[in-house]
T-cell receptor, first 113, second 113 residues
Framework: DTAVSQTPKYLVTQMGNDKSIKCEQN?????MYWYKQDSKKFLKIMFS???????INETVPNRFSPKSPDKAHLNLHINSLELGDSAVYFC????????????FGEGSRLTVL | GEDVEQSLFLSVREGDSSVINCTYT??????LYWYKQEPGAGLQLLTY?????DMKQDQRLTVLLNKKDKHLSLRIADTQTGDSAIYFC?????????????FGQGTTLQVKP
C-alpha cells in the first residue's frame, strides 16, 4: 500500500508541450511538497502546500503551476516545456511543521526532447 | 544563503565502515538529516540529529555533529552491498509551516563485495 504515489513514473515529451504530474498521499499528512532533482542529483524544493494552501514558492518559472484539490493530493502542471525542465520530480509529504521528516514518492522522470 | 556540501563519491569494501561527510552553512538549523536514495526510488529518511547533540547512534548508523565547525558525518558500520545508494545530508531551514530542507548534492556510496 504505497504511502506517496506519483503518476506517471516516466514522461517523454516535446518542447513546447504542456504536461501534468499527479501525486497522492494516504498518510493523513497536512503538508505536501514538490522537489526537483536534476541530472547531477541535486535536489531542490519547488513548492509546499499545507492544507491546500500554498506556503512555499521558490524561484520557479510561472510555467509551473501546482494545484492542491485537497490535502491528500498535489498536482504539478507545466506549460510550454523547455529542455531544462528535464529532471526527476519528487512529491513528498510530512506532518504539519515537520518539514525535515519527509516521505517521498518514487519520482516522475520527465524528459523533454 | 544556506548551503550544504558533500563529497560526491565513496567506495568501500563489504564489511568495512563507511564515513560520509557533510558541511553546512546555516547555523540556525535545528535538526540535520540523512536521507538514502536507492536507484530508481525516492529518498528515505535514515536518521536525524538535534542541533544540541554531538552524537546519535541507531544500530549500524552513527551520526556525529560538530556544531562549531558546522560538520556532520554519517558512519555506517559493517557496510553491506545493500547499503550502496546515494546519501543526502540536509539541513532544516525556517520553522513551522514555512520550514524546508536544504539538501547537499549527495554522496554515492559504492560497496564492493
Amino acid at each position: 500500500d504505497t504511502a506517496v504515489s506519483q503518476t506517471p513514473k516516466y514522461l517523454v515529451t516535446q518542447m513546447g508541450n504542456d504536461k501534468s504530474i499527479k501525486c497522492e498521499q494516504n498518510l493523513g499528512h497536512d503538508t505536501m511538497y514538490w522537489y526537483k532533482q536534476d541530472s547531477k542529483k541535486f535536489l531542490k524544493i519547488m513548492f509546499s502546500y499545507n492544507n491546500k494552501e500554498l506556503i512555499i514558492n521558490e524561484t520557479v518559472p510561472n510555467r509551473f503551476s501546482p494545484k492542491s484539490p485537497d490535502k491528500a493530493h498535489l498536482n504539478l502542471h507545466i506549460n510550454s516545456l523547455e529542455l531544462g525542465d528535464s529532471a526527476v520530480y519528487f512529491c513528498a509529504s510530512s506532518v504539519q511543521g515537520a518539514a525535515g521528516e519527509l516521505f517521498f514518492g518514487e519520482g516522475s522522470r520527465l524528459t523533454v526532447l | 544563503g544556506e548551503d550544504v556540501e558533500q563529497s560526491l563519491f565513496l567506495s568501500v569494501r563489504e564489511g568495512d565502515s563507511s564515513v560520509i561527510n557533510c558541511t553546512y552553512t546555516d547555523s540556525s538549523s535545528t535538526y540535520l538529516y540523512w536521507y538514502k536514495q536507492e536507484p530508481g526510488a525516492g529518498l528515505q529518511l535514515l536518521t536525524y540529529i538535534f542541533s544540541n547533540m554531538d552524537m546519535k547512534q541507531d544500530q549500524r548508523l552513527t551520526v556525529l555533529l560538530n556544531k562549531k565547525d558546522k560538520h556532520l558525518s554519517l558512519r555506517i558500520a559493517d557496510t553491506q552491498t545493500g547499503d550502496s545508494a546515494i546519501y543526502f545530508c540536509a539541513g532544516g531551514h525556517g520553522s513551522g509551516n514555512t520550514g524546508k530542507l536544504i539538501f547537499g548534492q549527495g554522496t554515492t556510496l559504492q560497496v564492493k563485495p
